[in-house]
């Protein structure tokens, strides 16, 4: 039997390396299109300024480029180091699209960043811009093969279970691009990063304006970042409703704890505005609900029934009980792939294969299983709910108060006030951490709320394991935490550094801290 | 490039290659010797228990 303290390390190692990696994501991909709007507006206007602005905002997006880039590779390896076993179970369908990320990361993101970055004054204009404009569909590009992957975890079509490799194959690759859990989740993910590039703008331009200087790089990096922020914080909550029904459609277990619904509804089911959970007697002590909402977020009708957690469990105890006999039948195809009888079983029972799985967390063979190992197999199937359920309604809390901050924020540009709203200005700047406390809420959603599965309902995640030493997991896993925050202090001193030192930094004589700061002659 | 910008340039470079140093470093002391190669027999033994791999070619 696998030790649960080897799961639990390779879960945590992964967990810790994925969490700080999205630290710089997000910045990237929305700071991106930010660049590309600033540059777009130069070449159009031929402002000095707009140029200023790209130049200086691009800098900042390099700084968390140059640092961010290859926490991601350490992901990667963790698949073939500590889940070995999953490597080979999905590998032919996760690798694809690992695969054309890491070409696009490398080839198309890389390569005009390069461009971007040292092409100035050896590109025309109109030819800058369009380095600008591939490095962000690179970027986002890249985004897309990652969330296609993942997407696949969440929800496994196009593929089937091969017995004679004991793999997943693929049987499907349009399947597996227009996954419906893959779509929502890069539309969500992506518009989380613009979401936090105009955020990060946002913040930064509105504490020039409050301590006064640079008054017009500023105020119109604020305009451009409010317009660009309204637009995101509308889009993220637009798709994480569309994502809330796929996650429905696909992921049940998920919805029920998000939404702590411990029994089923009559349709449609309401919603727990904010409820507080209580696992150990399997109810909510009390809750504020708002009717019909649950049940049209996830099922987009008035009559079908979301299942609550004890139908869940319910279910999956059949499917346990099911795929024992898969299980069986798989052991006997292995000893004689001949065995017509097994495999008449085995194709019967197949789809609860992976919930069979489930019992091999306790037994090693399916003789030894129990009706008490069975009750601890369901009650794995359900992760904690109180997690879940703030992680959830914190994350969804900001998305909203960043919507109203961007909201007012682009309404007072466009009264052209926002420098007599000190009060808006100071909330933008304390809002900077919002993003990033929001998307790692998310991914802790999205992912925690998966097990107990690597690929939802196929692969436990305790058989997906490589069987390494306690000792080596304790140690990389150090190396990463000591490596990766030596690294998030050195970007958090050079973005500092830089923010403060602000467009004066570029040299250009125009701004403040240098000689001359001519401000007025880009109105 | 400003003077700045040398310096950001220079402490770039710096970063990145202490990076790929650090990397190699974690790889050769966590990583190289701890590989796991899995076929379908492993899987099968995990998955079914020891007596599933008998006869069963990779």
């Known amino acids: 039997m696998i030790s649960e303290q080897l799961v639990d390390l390779s879960r945590l190692q992964f967990a810790v390396t994925a969490l700080y990696h999205f630290l710089f994501v997000p910045l990237t991909l929305g700071m991106v299109w930010l660049l590309v709007i600033m540059e777009s507006v130069y070449v159009m206007t031929g402002k000095t300024v707009y140029q200023d602005m790209t130049r200086f905002w691009g800098k900042l997006f390099g700084i968390n480029f140059a640092l961010g880039v290859t926490t991601g590779i350490t992901l990667e390896f963790q698949f073939g180091t500590n889940w070995a076993y999953y490597s080979h179970y999905v590998g ?187 696992e150990a007697r399997a109810k909510n002590d009390w809750a504020v609900s708002i009717p019909w909402v649950l049940g049209l977020i996830g099922t987009r009708s008035i009559s079908r029934e979301i299942p609550g957690i004890f139908e869940i469990k319910a279910k999956n105890r059949t499917r346990i009980v099911s795929g024992i006999d898969a299980v069986n039948a798989l052991e006997a195809l292995r000893t004689n792939p001949s065995n017509g009888a097994a495999k008449e079983v085995f194709e019967r029972h197949k789809a609860d294969l992976g919930f069979g799985l489930l019992l091999k967390k306790y037994v090693v063979e399916m003789n030894q299983v129990t009706p008490g190992i069975i009750e601890r197999a369901v009650s794995d199937t359900v992760p904690r709910v109180a997690p879940m359920f703030w992680s959830f309604r914190i994350m969804v809390g900001l998305g909203f108060a960043m919507l109203l901050l961007f909201a007012l924020s682009f309404l007072s540009t466009v009264k052209i006030n926002c420098r007599q709203k000190p009060w808006l200005l100071k909330w933008a700047l304390w809002m900077l951490p919002a993003p990033w406390i929001a998307c790692e809420l998310g991914w802790f959603v999205a992912e925690y709320g998966r097990q107990p599965w690597t690929i939802y309902g196929v692969l436990p995640t305790h058989l997906s394991v490589s069987t390494l030493s306690v000792n080596t997991l304790y140690g990389s896993l150090a190396g990463f935490i000591g490596f990766y925050t030596v690294l998030l202090i050195v970007e958090m001193y050079l973005m500092v550094k830089f923010a403060r030192l602000g467009p004066g930094s570029l040299g250009t004589g125009r701004y403040a801290g240098e000689v001359s700061h001519p401000d007025s002659a880009h109105a | 490039m400003s003077q700045d910008e040398h310096h950001l340039v220079r402490h770039l470079t710096i970063v990145v290659l202490l990076k790929l140093i650090v990397l190699i470093t974690l790889w050769w002391v966590f990583v190289r010797d701890a590989g796991e190669s899995v076929d379908s027999a492993r899987v099968a033994e995990r998955i079914g228990g020891a007596a599933s791999s008998q006869g069963v070619s990779k």
């Open chain 1, 92 to 278: 032919d369908i996760f690798g694809a699209p690992l695969a054309i990320e890491g070409l696009m990361a490398f080839f198309l993101e890389s390569t005009f960043i390069g461009l971007f970055f040292f092409g100035w004054d050896r590109l025309s204009k109109p030819k800058h811009l369009m380095v600008t404009l591939l490095m962000a569909v690179g970027t986002n590009l890249s985004a897309l093969w990652i969330l296609i992957a993942n997407g696949w975890m969440q929800n496994p079509v196009g593929a089937e279970f091969n017995y004679t490799t004991m793999r997943m194959e693929l049987v499907n690759f349009w399947a597996l691009l227009f996954n419906p859990d893959a779509q929502v989740k890069f539309v969500h993910t992506v518009s989380a990063g613009y979401l936090t590039g105009a955020m990060f703008v946002l913040s930064i331009s509105a504490w020039y304006l409050l301590k006064g200087r640079d008054v017009e790089f500023a105020k119109r990096s604020f305009r451009i970042a409010a317009a660009f922020g309204l637009a995101s914080a509308c889009s993220v909550i637009v798709l994480g409703d569309e994502s809330g029904y796929t996650v429905g459609e696909a992921q049940q277990t998920k919805m029920a704890i998000i939404e702590a619904m411990w029994q089923t509804e009559p349709a449609p089911a309401s919603f727990n505005v904010i409820a507080w959970p209580d």
